[in-house]
């Protein structure tokens, strides 16, 4: 398996446009995580999915947030508008029993 | 809600010394599971050591082991043999998982973090 897949692996965007975060998670896998990092805050959960289904989406910090598990093998983190404080890492993360798995992680840069 | 703490943010020890990580939790569960994550420059997070609430024994992993104590909401990783790929962004994390048939569901919450140097 090809690991938890994660694209775009950075983003430059301008303040005021919509961003995209793609996230493929390992197959058979039915608990999806998305996390951001900053040097400030660490490792925060923003949400998570199991079944396709969010469970726990209160590490959301905005309305400008968004997350959407449509299937089993996909996932999207969406900010409507972006802002510069917005500028993290943002990982996503993926298991069935056990660990995590991490994907490679976007590096987001709001100008 | 659970919380991990790490209260150590940057740590350095030798090329081949032992060094130990400090990691506490707070919960009122019994069953959970506790990770050491590693985050190298590259940015991966990889998987270091897991422990399971419910097994008294420290789990073991090469150079990597643990101390757990359950009691005191406690859980210290010690490097043994320091090497410089060890160097690192260090993880504690907590999970409560929630069992349901063919596998099981729990948030994964981690801690700030701990910055380990191993100089030569």
């Known amino acids: 398996d090809a690991g938890v897949i994660q694209s775009p692996r950075h983003e430059v965007t301008e303040m005021g446009q919509e961003v995209t975060l793609r996230c493929k998670p390992i197959s058979g896998h039915n608990s999806l995580f998305w996390y951001r990092q900053t040097m400030m805050r660490g490792l925060e959960l923003l949400i998570y999915?199991?079944?396709?289904?969010?469970?726990?989406d209160s590490g959301m910090p905005e309305d400008r947030f968004s997350a959407k598990m449509p299937n089993a093998s996909f996932s999207t983190l969406k900010i409507q508008p972006s802002e510069p404080r917005d500028s993290a890492v943002y990982f996503c993360?993926?298991?069935?029993?056990?660990?995590?798995?991490f994907g490679q992680g976007t590096r987001l840069t709001v100008v | 809600a659970q919380t991990v703490t790490q209260s150590q943010p940057e740590m350095s020890v030798q090329e081949a010394e032992t060094v130990t990580l400090s990691c506490t939790y707070d919960t009122s569960e019994s069953n959970y599971y506790l990770f050491w994550y590693k985050q190298p420059p590259s940015r991966q997070m990889i998987l270091v050591i897991r422990?399971?609430?419910?097994?008294?024994q420290n789990a073991t992993e090469n150079r990597f082991s643990v101390n757990f104590q359950k009691a005191a909401k406690s859980f210290s990783l010690k490097i043994s043999d320091s090497q410089l790929g060890d160097t690192a962004m260090y993880f504690c994390?907590?999970?409560?998982?929630?069992?349901?048939?063919?596998?099981?569901?729990?948030?994964?919450?981690f801690g700030k973090g701990t910055k380990l140097s191993v100089k030569p």
């Open positions: 993360a993926s298991r069935w029993t056990g660990e995590a798995f």
């Open positions: 994390a907590f999970m409560k998982p929630r069992f349901f048939y063919g596998g099981s569901q729990g948030n994964l919450i």
């Open positions: 999915f199991n079944n396709n289904v969010p469970i726990d």
């Open positions: 422990q399971e609430a419910y097994k008294q």
